[in-house]
């Protein structure tokens, strides 16, 4: 059983027109916690369902590279194994690269239009990051969702792709730059350019391979039609509609499409849009821990947010609400904020798996 915040399910959210923000000095990382993590990841075989529990409510930055490609099954709980595995797998990316990649490289037409899109994509990646502005880092990963792309032809890359590679690529890249993940700043820029080729090639396998591991129990969001999304519109609709009426009926009679159009535009990014991008990383603790449930969860994620301005929502008209959501204020919360946000999105999901 996971050890979360416990929450009274009769007031589970905040009722005040406008959300108020946790705002307290709990993000700071705990000592006690960050022992426990270490604990469990010096043992010869790791204990996965601890590190699981463990890693629902946080972990801790000096640890998320190892614990993440543990929760993906990427690395191998077996300590005597890991290198071999990982190694392994490297290698396949590198001979992908090299295929695909290689000089002189002929392109046919959907290719050439698919290159096209991922490059126009990269460039608006977190386009006020340092990070994502620098050169290197787009071509790396221009690379990583061009493969996605070849490797995956039943549905191809899907905007959206971009965003979710991020949160791999600067947790894996910060063990060895120094990376200033509120402002998606180098602390020192010139770490990149002098840094081993070897480790920038690991860290972009490693990346693809973590991305291929989160999406391959939603690829029928990115099929043809969509029929994951469809139906992940549809169980919100039914959610929402029981917790909240009067949110479900004044946000269907006001924005009919446009809402299915801005519930789409969150779930394909895995909710990374919402939040500032330190808090996305906090997300994505959850999220991994979560395994293969982690999408039903951005679904209750996604109605516990709008449920925290539904007194502000009734009261708004299209135009209002519009704005409201396109500038939707989780991009100021804290990870006190997505906290309890979580605590409350993992209730609903716990009320509603019963029935």
Same mark, same amino acid.
């Given at each position: 059983?996971?050890?979360?915040?416990? #929450?009274?399910?009769?007031?589970?959210?905040?009722?005040?027109?406008?959300?108020?923000?946790?705002?307290?000095?709990?993000?700071?990382?705990? =000592?006690?916690?960050?022992?426990?993590?270490?604990? /469990?990841?010096?043992?010869?075989?790791?204990?996965?369902?601890?590190? /699981?529990?463990?890693?629902?409510? =946080?972990?801790?930055?000096?640890?998320?590279?190892?614990?993440?490609?543990?929760?993906?099954?990427?690395?191998?709980?077996?300590?005597?194994?890991?290198?071999?595995?990982?190694?392994?797998?490297?290698?396949?990316?590198?001979?992908?690269?090299?295929?695909?990649?290689?000089?002189?490289?002929?392109?046919?037409?959907?290719?050439?239009?698919?290159?096209?899109?991922?490059?126009?994509?990269?460039?608006?990646?977190?386009?006020?990051?340092?990070?994502?502005?620098?050169?290197?880092?787009?071509?790396?990963?221009?690379?990583?969702?061009?493969?996605?792309?070849?490797?995956?032809?039943?549905? =191809?890359?899907?905007?959206?792709?971009?965003?979710?590679?991020?949160?791999?690529?600067? #947790?894996?890249?910060?063990?060895? #730059?120094?990376?200033?993940?509120?402002?998606?700043?180098?602390?020192?820029?010139?770490?990149?350019?002098?840094?081993?080729?070897?480790?920038?090639?690991?860290?972009?396998?490693?990346?693809?391979?973590?991305?291929?591991?989160?999406? +391959?129990?939603?690829?029928?969001?990115?099929?043809?039609?969509?029929? =994951?999304?469809?139906?992940?519109?549809?169980?919100?609709? +039914?959610?929402?509609?029981?917790?909240?009426?009067? /949110?479900?009926?004044?946000?269907?009679?006001? /924005?009919?499409?446009?809402?299915?159009?801005?519930?789409?535009?969150?779930?394909?990014?895995?909710?990374?849009?919402?939040f500032q991008f330190e808090v996305g990383l906090r997300?994505?603790?959850?999220?991994?821990?979560?395994?293969?449930?982690?999408?039903?969860?951005?679904?209750?994620?996604?109605?516990?947010?709008?449920?925290?301005?539904?007194?502000?929502?009734?009261?708004?008209?299209?135009?209002?609400?519009?704005?409201?959501?396109?500038?939707?204020?989780?991009?100021?919360?804290?990870?006190?904020?997505?906290?309890?946000?979580?605590?409350?999105?993992?209730?609903?999901?716990?009320?509603?798996?019963?029935?």
């Amino acid at each position: 059983m996971l050890q979360i915040q416990k #929450v009274n399910i009769a007031t589970l959210y905040n009722r005040n027109e406008e959300y108020k923000s946790c705002n307290r000095e709990t993000d700071r990382e705990d =000592g006690q916690k960050i022992q426990k993590f270490k604990d /469990l990841l010096h043992q010869n075989i790791i204990p996965i369902n601890e590190l /699981l529990h463990l890693a629902w409510s =946080g972990v801790p930055s000096e640890l998320r590279s190892v614990v993440w490609r543990l929760l993906l099954k990427y690395q191998s709980p077996n300590r005597d194994a890991n290198f071999s595995i990982i190694e392994r797998k490297r290698s396949m990316y590198y001979e992908m690269c090299d295929i695909y990649f290689a000089k002189n490289q002929q392109y046919d037409e959907r290719e050439k239009k698919i290159l096209k899109q991922i490059s126009e994509d990269v460039k608006r990646t977190i386009p006020d990051s340092q990070v994502f502005r620098n050169p290197q880092i787009q071509t790396l990963l221009e690379r990583i969702l061009f493969i996605w792309n070849i490797r995956n032809p039943a549905c =191809g890359y899907v905007q959206g792709m971009n965003d979710i590679v991020t949160p791999f690529l600067i #947790v894996f890249l910060s063990d060895y #730059v120094d990376i200033d993940t509120t402002k998606l700043k180098f602390n020192n820029e010139k770490q990149l350019d002098h840094l081993d080729q070897r480790l920038i090639r690991q860290v972009e396998a490693d990346s693809y391979w973590c991305l291929c591991k989160l999406l +391959e129990n939603v690829l029928d969001n990115y099929t043809n039609s969509q029929p =994951g999304l469809v139906r992940f519109y549809n169980k919100f609709k +039914e959610i929402l509609q029981a917790l909240d009426k009067k /949110l479900y009926e004044h946000l269907t009679a006001t /924005l009919s499409m446009e809402l299915y159009a801005f519930v789409f535009k969150w779930s394909t990014c895995m909710l990374l849009r919402m939040f500032q991008f330190e808090v996305g990383l906090r997300l994505f603790d959850t999220l991994l821990a979560e395994e293969k449930n982690y999408f039903e969860l951005c679904l209750f994620i996604i109605i516990s947010i709008l449920m925290k301005f539904s007194l502000k929502i009734q009261k708004l008209q299209y135009d209002e609400i519009m704005i409201l959501l396109e500038k939707i204020p989780t991009r100021e919360w804290s990870e006190s904020d997505l906290s309890l946000c979580l605590s409350e999105a993992y209730a609903y999901q716990k009320i509603f798996s019963k029935k």
